[in-house]
């Protein structure tokens, strides 16, 4: 189409002997706008002998209101809606417009073409370092300052999310997208080819760059719309990210979390493994924070509800979560004895209870809420009943082979006889209470004030 234009332009120069510029309707001379040749051409062929005086006219305005600018448009809007014109004046007009911008937007993708054939090139590896496939459906190249720059699409889908999803404190706040070599915005020409280049590639369009497409690349009225969708976003990633700050560390998180639902008696060495901890705690650490944080207040109720019964059910299976103790090894043939510090990480499979997929469709009632709701009640009035069965020997023998790292041949031996079943259980109980010397937190000042209290009587 570019080579269209040139032709055009070629055959006109020819025949009429023109000794113009190359850029007829791009000219910085105002007083030689329409002297020009081109023009006069373009007149011809799309006015009407009685409409030429009255385009001319107009034209003649719009050179004076910044011809080729963002206002051109806003121009031709007030000629169209113009109520003094008739009908074939104003389809004559745009038929002259359309075709001057035609031939304006024909030459400038010829310059964008020119520069970016005699660009460099910026980079030839990701931002990781892995080197990129220029012709891989999955790359873009854009250019920007006189350079060119490679991405793989991935990294630019999450950079834009980062961006789009900023919300310092939870508070939304979006911000332009930048480049993440020069850290200067995309301008909106480059957003659209990255819309479209996400949209043929193999890769899933993220909700928040459509959502910024469809307002047109405006920041203020995305932020504006989609507050619930950035938020959304941000909590999933602020999970998925999340260290330790300058308020609270991960351990101080885990528990405030257990502290606003009622679970108070949970305690924590402070000497467990961060790692294992997070691990464990992320997607019980997900649904307090939609249920803190979310916008919509069916969702937040939604989320707590689903988060009270996983906490249950969570330290109903492990009341010791988090206690340190000390795992005493015994070997046949030494007398020497190994003592180990380990941590009682035991927790249940975290999973969440999904509709049936064959009737989901059919009705937007779901019976799972109603199966979390079962425990609300039990859970908000007597949340700490479940400590009980740590204070049962039955409990202390149904985890006793997860809580030692070894086990004496002989003992083993003697449970599997199964003469005398509750003797062999409480003998067992008590070796192991002999072996293993738990170091559970503040167990050891509770037996010194205990040690007090019953001198304290004594001495009464």
């Known amino acids: 189409m570019v080579f269209d234009y040139l032709y055009r332009l070629r055959i006109f120069k020819n025949n009429m002997n023109m000794n113009i510029h190359i850029f007829p309707f791009i000219s910085k001379n105002d007083n030689t706008f329409f002297s020009l040749e081109g023009f006069n051409t373009i007149l011809d062929k799309y006015a009407k002998n009685g409409n030429k005086n009255v385009v001319k ?6 050179k004076h209101k910044f011809f080729f600018t963002k206002m051109k448009f806003e121009y031709l809007r007030d000629v169209l809606e113009n109520k003094f014109l008739v009908e074939s004046q104003r389809e004559d007009f745009f038929s002259v417009f359309s075709a001057v911008q035609k031939c304006f937007s024909g030459f400038s993708r010829f310059i964008y073409l020119m520069k970016y054939k005699k660009s460099k090139t ?23 300052g006189g350079m060119k720059y490679q991405f793989i699409l991935r990294e630019l889908i999450n950079t834009i999310n980062t961006s789009l999803s900023n919300s310092p404190y939870f508070f939304s706040e979006p911000v332009s997208c930048k480049n993440p070599y020069t850290n200067v915005p995309f301008n909106k020409s480059t957003l ?61 998180k885990v528990l405030t979390m257990f502290h606003d639902y009622r679970f108070t008696k949970l305690k924590i060495s402070t000497d467990f493994p961060e790692n294992m901890l997070l691990e464990i ?20 109720k939604h989320y707590s509800i689903i988060l009270k019964y996983k906490l249950h059910e969570f330290i109903k299976f492990n009341p010791l979560f988090g206690r340190r103790y000390v795992c005493c090894n015994k070997r046949n043939g030494e007398s020497t004895t190994k003592r180990e510090i380990k941590f009682n990480d035991r927790h249940p499979p975290f999973h969440l209870k999904n509709p049936e997929f064959s009737t989901s469709h059919l009705t937007s009632d779901s019976c799972i809420l109603n199966e979390y709701r079962i425990y609300e009640d039990s859970i908000v009035y ?18 006793r082979n997860w809580l030692e790292s070894g086990e004496n041949e002989e003992e083993n031996e003697s449970v599997d006889d199964g003469e ?7 003998e067992e109980i008590e070796s192991s209470d002999e072996e293993e010397n738990p170091l559970l937190p503040n167990e050891e000042e509770e037996e010194e004030e205990e040690e007090s209290d019953e001198s304290s009587d004594e001495e009464s």
């Open 281 to 300: 705690m992320r997607p019980y650490l997900n649904l307090y924070y939609k249920s803190k944080y979310y916008l919509q207040s069916a969702l937040r």
């Open 122 to 144: 910026y980079n030839s590896v990701d931002l990781i370092g892995d080197p990129i496939q220029s012709k891989s459906r999955n790359t873009i190249v854009i250019l920007q």
């Open 420 to 426: 005398g079943e509750e003797d062999s259980q409480e």
């Open 57 to 62: 006219f107009y034209f003649e305005i719009l």
């Open 192 to 252: 659209y080819n990255i819309y479209f280049a996400v949209k043929s590639s193999t890769y899933i369009m993220p909700v928040l760059f459509h959502q910024y497409f469809l307002a047109n690349f405006d920041l203020y009225s995305f932020s504006l719309k989609n507050e619930v969708l950035v938020r959304e976003h941000y909590v999933n990633s602020y999970v998925m990210n999340i260290s330790d700050t300058r308020e609270e560390t991960i351990m101080e």
């Open 382 to 399: 007597n949340p700490n009943v479940i400590f009980n069965v740590a204070n049962n020997i039955n409990y202390n023998q149904n985890h």
